[in-house]
């Protein structure tokens, strides 16, 4: 799965250690988000969009 997680943190000068504890994960989650090696639960998505104020699918799109 496609996202743009790493441009928004990058908006924003948040290290993958600030986002991760933002969304109450690991840092490693979230570099493995960033990289699509893993894709989020649909409650972490939530949370993800929520926190950005942007729908899901603007941040994370089928390949």
Known sequence: MKNCLKVLRAQRDWTQADLAAELGVSRQTINAIEKGKFDPSLPLAFKAAK????KIEDIFQDE
Do not use: N
């Open 51 to 54: 926190l950005f104020e942007m």
